[in-house]
DNA sequence: TTGAAAGCGGTACCAT
DNA sequence: ATGGTACCGCTTTCAA
């Protein structure tokens, strides 16, 4: 009952459309098309062939392309929690060059949730992605079996495993914490606290361990529970666990938090002892999320290449899918202390 | 010279494979596998294939499923710019309901690049998305053709076209202006200005008439030039124009801005006056983006339903492709004020 | 250089 | 309820 009609919307033109506008056999158009390094095709049939396709609106079936070639140009990218500031220049960064690379991104974000994560993981499996960027992994959770055995390659984005070696795009913590701490110490502090982000990311980790091996080499003898872990990542958990400690005769006089939020809620725990930062206590936070600049006091912070740790997860895993042989290797950024007003000498 | 392997990595079992292993037919084993709604299959059977697909780890081929079908279950979503904090909860609420509907969420920062705009359009109508999420739309500029002429269901996300009517989820900016000013009117304010954003997009334009038609409702008297569109979205910008307007002797009271960030900047200009804020200029912001309760002052703003715009804009695009005779239709969500201490009584 | 034809992994129609 | 089979749109090997 539908008519046939010649260009507009209904029915897309295929190859065989172009070929025959152009007069050549379905195969040569085809080869027309792609690479003319590779096969040899007459450059006037070529021309023509390309500019039948033209005049009909031709695009391309990645969809038959995908299967025929056994190669799906897409790349899943599973994220955790999109409303986290660091997500969205890390999935900027790598769309953009996977995009570049002639890759289709295919988002999800699994809002911290292992269902979500199984099911969209399903789907891109499903889709016979080329590879998957994965930012939701977990140090103690080994990757799913499904995806271990799928075979696809995979690149851990700002996370990494205890256990397993996958390839990952990360920064150096150590890095981070060290330029924190000997900031801090350079001003006079010796009683530093440092209130951490939940330890079920490598990031979180790394930052405790780096924390305490720092302090140790620089000679600050620090009680244990200076060294503490949070059990959330907001304001309420910052502040809480700030103001136990300032709660003690012997309280610090400067603090480093595992993200920025929590460096805020210690600014309403200092406030709320009655005490002022900077002039009583000092506070770093990490990740430099927007507007921390515009906070009040203005917020000392590490600042996180994260665009361009984005930038390299997708390049890790476009290099490892175009050279066979490349060495699943990883890339390891480094963080940079951003000074402003919330840090300042040690009260004598 | 590839080794057969039963069940490792390497080559995924197919439904051929599934079917032998269960000893029925290829087509029975997919009918199995499907909707046993629609097609008749013995309950033993099927429970044959699935222990069968199951013990092999048969994952379907969604690419070989779409060729067939005609239907590509992928919604491609296009965004100007992630590191705009309006945007993650928009694309965080698009993927959930789509997924949900069993779409995969096909992504794209185009970096407000007209270019890469045309590039990842190009790569997901080649995918065949089953339908599009744009939040890249631009007042005065129509769909592309490709676009149209493609066919493909498109949703507009928190934005609008002049001219032609596409289905859209927006919110109703004059709602959230009306509420502000009728704020800043209730503190006895009278010269309020409005800095805008920029007027390509509807909502910078709605947001601009809105304030026109408002004040004029309320009986304000406004020189021209209290309501301004500025050349961009930052600090910078806020922070000049209303300098300029701070140095006339009718200098406004009171501040409306088209974001937050010009709303920042808008203190700026205020403390470089050597006025206060709220005691000689009150200022109201829009979109409520993250920490603007902990500037100094807190920001009176208005509060958008991201989230929820997301996922309507992905519910409107799920239905039309649903029912066949959903009318196109749009969806407008409200803003509602949010109110802090940047904003209080007019000075007498 | 181009034509012919097989087939990727499924789905759906037809017949049994 | 199940088996047989054409075919979706394209790439690629093989012949001509």
């Known amino acids: ?70 190669r799906t140009p897409a790349i899943g990218v599973l994220i955790p929690d999109m409303t986290n500031p660091v997500m969205p220049p890390l999935v900027r ?26 099911q969209r993981l399903a789907m891109f499996l499903s889709w016979r992605v080329a590879g998957l960027i994965l930012a939701t992994a977990r140090r103690d959770q080994p990757l799913a079996p499904e ?18 070696p996958v390839p990952s795009a990360t920064i150096d913590e150590s890095v ?3 330029q924190a701490l000997d900031h801090l110490i350079g001003l006079g502090h010796r009683r530093i606290a440092y209130l951490g982000v939940p330890l079920w990311t490598s990031a979180g980790h790394e930052r405790l361990v780096a924390f305490r091996e720092i302090t140790r080499d620089r000679g600050l003898d620090l009680p244990p529970e200076f060294a503490q872990v949070c059990d ?9 666990a700030l103001a136990a400690l300032l709660a003690r005769p012997d309280r610090p006089t400067a603090v480093l938090t595992g993200n920025d939020m929590m460096a805020l809620g210690c600014y309403d725990a200092i406030r709320a002892a009655g005490l002022r930062c900077p002039a009583d206590v000092s506070v770093v936070g990490y990740n430099d999320m927007p507007l921390t600049h515009r906070v009040d006091p203005p917020l ?32 390891r950024l480094t963080p940079r202390l951003l000074v402003r007003d919330s840090t300042a000498p040690a009260p004598t």
């Not at 390659?153 to 495993?161: A, E, I």
């Not at 959330?232 to 809480?240: C, I, L, N, T, W």
């Open 1 to 70: 009952m539908s008519t046939e009609m010649a260009d507009p919307a209904g029915a897309k033109p295929t190859l065989r459309d172009v070929a025959l506008a152009a007069g050549v056999h379905l195969a040569t158009a085809s080869r027309a098309l792609s690479d003319s390094k590779t096969r040899p095709v007459n450059p006037r049939t070529a021309a023509l062939v390309r500019q039948a396709a033209a005049k009909l609106g031709y695009v391309p079936d990645q969809v038959a392309r995908s299967l025929r070639t056994h």
């Open 176 to 178: 981070g914490i060290a």
């Open 232 to 240: 959330g990542y907001s304001e309420r958990d910052g502040e809480a």
């Open 300 to 331: 000392t912070t590490v600042r996180v290449p994260y665009f361009d740790l984005g930038r390299q997860a997708a390049s890790l895993l476009v290099e490892a899918l175009d050279d066979r042989g490349s060495t699943e290797r990883s890339v």
């Open 93 to 118: 960064g790598a769309e953009q060059v996977l995009a570049q690379h002639g890759y289709t991104t295919l988002f999800a974000d699994t809002d911290n949730d292992q269902a979500a994560e199984t």
């Open 147 to 164: 995806l271990v055995n799928s075979g696809v390659p995979v690149v851990l984005m700002s996370r990494k495993l205890d256990a397993t």
